[in-house]
């Protein structure tokens, strides 16, 4: 209804209804209650009496009524994918710091180390997820000649955009750091690239030998430094990014958002093979592709990761416990440097329910389309908890004061 638009929602659906059973038996991997749950919960998206309602009545005329079904959240589902981004950037964005100019960078892995990532995603990601952060500090701390700490927020991509296995980092980093022995900050206008690419190796093959410990590994990792001498591709946007009025964390969630954002559309389902298209970011032209049911399944559940893991990670001064102590700090030696505190980042607050029904549709939900008053919430309904809220009820026993305006799902 929000933003995939309701034909290709229900297919979606349909296609998880008819063959998520078959392909979880076909793959072990997926026979875990994280996975039942999460695929249960996105069948149920938008159904009011699985995921409970409010519903929304004109006070005014009572004419007007307005049900709104809960929403299930999740990133699988391809009705509340672009909310979860939406809130994602909004999240993010406001553990940015305001004036610090920041890049995006992409950490890639060889696809020599692929098979090595799928097999052992539990201890190798979260070990990756840390690597990338030393090795930029490391880096930013070589290039200025004296320790500085940078921050950055990293986000794990385990498929291309194409849906195959491809782990890597989207990094958004700082350009420069802190250093806390001149109380400066230091911008870097210029990242000598050569340089990061095997900065970036070392600290890759050096965390894969260290996680890991097998034979099998140490000789991938010999075989990889004679192969790539001059490093790793790690790929950083040129310039200053992004465009400064916008936000980076927009800008970036482009490229990491979950899959089912990029099935731009579902063109066919016969039953047993999938027609979608989507926006490829490699070529910037309109992919078309058909698969299999099984493979599309495949590809759009792949990137849930193992239950509990952190998909972002704030490290230097982006961690949550650090940003508000280092926040002014970071200030007070940014006014110093004139040319960098102008734009960077906006903060993109967070929309309401009410805010995204507008945006999609250009209507308010709950203007009451026959006296076009505002409407209040009449009743809130919750499969495991009943009705949580009555306005009626509340009528009726005289100690009306609505205090449910506000609710939203
Ligand atoms: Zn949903
Ligand atoms: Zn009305």
């Known amino acids: 209804m929000l933003t995939a638009s309701s034909r290709d929602w229900s297919i979606f659906q349909q296609i998880f209804a008819d063959h998520w059973e078959t392909f979880q038996h076909a793959h072990p991997r997926y026979q875990t209650p994280y996975y039942t749950g999460l695929v249960a919960k996105m069948l149920a998206c938008g159904n009011p009496e699985k995921m409970g309602y409010i519903e929304y009545r004109c006070l005014h005329c009572g004419q007007g009524k307005h049900l709104v079904a809960m929403s299930c959240k999740a990133s699988l589902c391809l009705r509340c994918a672009k909310v979860y981004v939406d809130n994602w950037v909004s999240h993010v964005s406001k553990m940015l710091h305001e004036g610090v100019i920041y890049r995006h960078i992409i950490l890639t892995v060889p696809a020599m180390f692929r098979t090595t990532f799928y097999q052992n995603a539990a201890v190798v990601l979260s070990a990756f997820m840390r690597c990338g952060v030393q090795c930029l500090d490391d880096f930013y701390s070589a290039v200025k000649g004296r320790a500085l700490q940078g921050g950055s927020i990293v986000v794990l991509h385990t498929h291309g955009r194409h849906g195959h296995d491809h782990p890597h980092r989207h990094v958004l980093a700082t ?222 026993r005289g100690t009306y004061a609505s205090t449910a305006q506000r609710a939203s799902p």
């Not at 979950?258 to 992919?287: F, L």
């Not at 960098?340 to 029904?357: C, D, E, P, S």
């Open 175 to 396: 350009s420069g750091g802190y250093d806390a022995r001149g109380g400066r900050w230091e911008h870097l206008q210029y990242l000598p690239y050569a340089l990061l690419r095997r900065k970036w190796q070392w600290h890759l093959l050096t965390m894969l030998r260290q996680t890991l410990q097998t034979k099998v590994i140490h000789q991938l990792v010999a075989t990889c430094f004679q192969k790539y001498p001059d490093g790793l591709v790690t790929n950083v946007q040129k310039g200053v990014v992004p465009a400064q009025a916008q936000s980076v964390a927009r800008y970036v969630a482009k490229y990491v958002v979950s899959p089912p954002i990029a099935v731009r559309r579902i063109d066919r389902y016969d039953g047993e093979r999938v027609t979608y298209h989507y926006r490829s970011h490699r070529t910037d032209r309109m992919e078309y592709e058909t698969v299999p049911v099984d493979m599309f399944i495949g590809r759009m559940v792949q990137h849930t990761m193992p239950k509990g893991f952190k998909r972002i990670r704030y490290d230097g001064i982006q961690a949550t416990t650090t940003f508000t102590k280092v926040k002014e700090v970071i200030q007070a030696a940014l006014a110093k440097v004139e040319e960098v505190v102008k734009g960077a980042v906006k903060i993109i607050a967070r929309l309401t329910y009410r805010q995204r029904y507008e945006q999609s549709t250009g209507r308010d939900p709950l203007m009451c389309p026959h006296c076009r008053s505002e409407m209040g919430v009449w009743r809130i309904w919750h499969p495991t908890y009943g009705v949580i809220h009555d306005e009626g009820e509340v009528i009726k």
